[in-house]
């Protein structure tokens, strides 16, 4: 198996611009993660999905950050308007039940916003 | 809150014995995971543990007491690419929280 996938690897972007990070989840799992990871505020989990259906998205900083998960192998995370607070690494994590909950996690996006 | 406590940074060398404290609060605790993060990379998965006791995976162990609210990892037998962040984190339910993680540098 691949692993997780994210998309792009890095993005730099201008301050108000939209950003959409890409994720596809390990085949079979049914839980996804998104996390975003910073020097200051280390690794925060933003919101997770199982079976496609988001459970708890209490992590999400404000409004301007949304996540979809279409289908089972698509997940997507989406600022809009980008501010420079937001630069970090967010990782896409992926588990399936009766795994002990261990969690996969992708190779990050790091996002820097000027 | 669902604070979750570690030392910042430890030092040790290679070959030795060190051991990594994590202190969290037990109100609605499900399991606690320990992670690995190499600088630049993703974390990735070294141990569960949901019931009292020790683990022992090779040269990783890690332990729980729930009534204490308390787990440490220890590291055996270090070597140098142990050099890495560890994180310990918490699954509350429906909530999953991570530590500030410690870094720790192994000594030739």
């Known amino acids: 198996d691949a692993g997780v996938i994210q998309s792009p690897r890095h993005e730099v972007t201008e301050m108000g611009q939209e950003v959409t990070l890409r994720c596809k989840p390990i085949?079979?799992?049914?839980?996804l993660f998104w996390y975003r990871q910073t020097m200051m505020r280390g690794l925060e989990l933003l919101i997770y999905f199982n079976n496609n259906v988001p459970i708890d998205d209490s992590g999400m900083p404000e409004d301007r950050f949304s996540a979809k998960m279409p289908n089972a192998s698509f997940s997507t995370l989406k600022i809009q308007p980008s501010e420079p607070r937001d630069s970090a690494v967010y990782f896409c994590?992926?588990?399936?039940?009766?795994?002990?909950?261990?969690?996969?996690f992708g190779p990050g996006t790091r996002l820097t916003v000027t | 809150g669902q604070n979750i406590d570690q030392p910042t940074e430890m030092t040790a060398t290679e070959g030795a014995i060190v051991q990594i404290n994590c202190t969290y609060q037990t109100s609605g605790f499900n399991g606690l995971f320990w992670y690995q993060q190499h600088a630049g990379e993703a974390p990735t998965f070294l141990s569960y543990n949901v019931l009292d006791g020790l683990e022992e995976k090779g040269r990783f162990s890690s332990f729980l007491s729930r009534s204490k609210g308390y787990s440490y990892l220890l590291l055996k037998e270090l070597q140098m690419k142990d050099s890495a962040s560890y994180l310990c984190?918490?699954?509350?339910?429906?909530?999953?929280?991570f530590g500030p993680g410690t870094r720790l540098s192994v000594l030739p």
């Open positions: 994590a992926s588990t399936q039940t009766d795994s002990s909950y261990e969690q996969y």
């Open positions: 085949s079979g799992h049914d839980y």
């Open positions: 984190a918490v699954n509350y339910g429906q909530n999953f929280v």
